[in-house]
């Protein structure tokens, strides 16, 4: 092993955005190459992490070199490489301010460097020469702001072929959809173009959408609201959000208009549900190996999926958003904007890119509603008062956005359908193992939503 993947194996584990939490590690790879040589030193290392289960994993990792230490960068510090006159000191690149502005250089001028090449969009709206700043939210990527101009999203985990990221803004610059934040551009990377593989998606650019705040953090304060009042319910207190709730299911349908009249379509026939029924299976099956309390409510969960290979329902599938919760979604000025194209950050790439029925995605957000209705039940679960609290706010919200949906769509989309019902339990299923990896304390909130949405059926 050298100093530099002994390094990246005390240090990626601990990284948000690493997948493979919980697998133990057999052996480490990495290849590199200088993305600038001026300073600071940018180069950029492809990892590739061999598990002990036999699975592998290549992740992205820009370092950013000093020959001393910088004191403002001390919480960038990955480790030190020691050379023959001393020792050169390893930054996240992504903390690293100076090192931030070469990924827009580059970008403007449509470069190739080495494996890589940036590809623009409209090169007159790319910042160049501002410095990016680190999105502190918890999240799969890792992203920079510049200035109030332009937001740029690194992929970790590199895959062969476009990110559906990528892919989808760039189809929808076509469509002027209110309800995006267009792309400017975009990088990719060989990865063995030998074997004719098709290059991975480094990073995209995207404009930034000034003076908006995440649903999450819109819907949670709501929720705050009604808990602190004794008496009143949803409607009545300040906080309601049950108009947002509505203009962004409004917002949500006419996204996926646009994607269905850009992107392919199809009518899905009984083997899709078939199909559905079987995959929603096999997922349930892989994560009782993580989470094997999931396996009390295994009976239900498969009577679920079973109902949906007989519902004659008709669906169009098209593409989809495939990971719709409220932290994907700004509320601006004047309304919402969907981001994050990029579906189920576990999910192989080519899987992500399947023609799906958009009640996915509406099951997605259902499914948000009600973490951010219970998840301050987490450190309060005995209290019966905020319980029925935060049932009331979920099922109202729900309701709202279902109406939008419905209103902006033409369809009844959150009628009684088991295949939505399905979508809902598989993406809890999701959930479990997600909360399991990444946050254990919140594992209940999905669980509890298991018991909740078998009952009911
Ligand atoms: N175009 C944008 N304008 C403003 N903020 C954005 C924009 N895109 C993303 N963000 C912020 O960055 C966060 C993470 O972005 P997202 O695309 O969801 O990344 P990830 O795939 O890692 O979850 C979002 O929750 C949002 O707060
Ligand atoms: O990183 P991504 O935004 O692509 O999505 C992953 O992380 C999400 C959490 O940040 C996770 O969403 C789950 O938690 C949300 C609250 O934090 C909640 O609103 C969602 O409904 C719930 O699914 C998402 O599943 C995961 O893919």
Redesign the pocket.
Known sequence: MTALTGLFRDWIPSQRWFGGKGREWASVEEESFFLDRSHPVLSIHRVTVTYADGGTGTYLVPLSWRDHPVDDLAAALIGTVPHENGENYAYDAMRDREATTTWLTHLAEGATVGPMRFVPGDSAEIPVGLPGDI?S?E???T?LVYGQEA?L?LFRRLEPGLNPDVEVHDALRRTDNPHI?PLLGYAEIDHDRDAGTPPATVFML????PN?S?GWRLATASVRDLYAEGDLHADEVGGDFAADSERLGAATASVHADMAAVLPTEEAGRDWFAAVARQMGERLDAAIEVVPQLADHADGLRAVYAAVADSGERVVRQRVHGDLHL??V?RTTTGWIV??F?GE?ARPLADRRVLDSPLRDVAGMLRSFDYAARHMLVEQPGDPQRAYRAQEWAERNRSAFCAGYAAASGTDSCGDSPLLRAFEVDKAVYECVYEARNRPHWLMIPLQSLSRLTAAG
């Open positions: 999105v939210t999240q799969s990527n992203s937001i999203k934040a995207q404009r930034f959408v908006a995440d932290g994907q700004l981001l994050d990029e950050p």
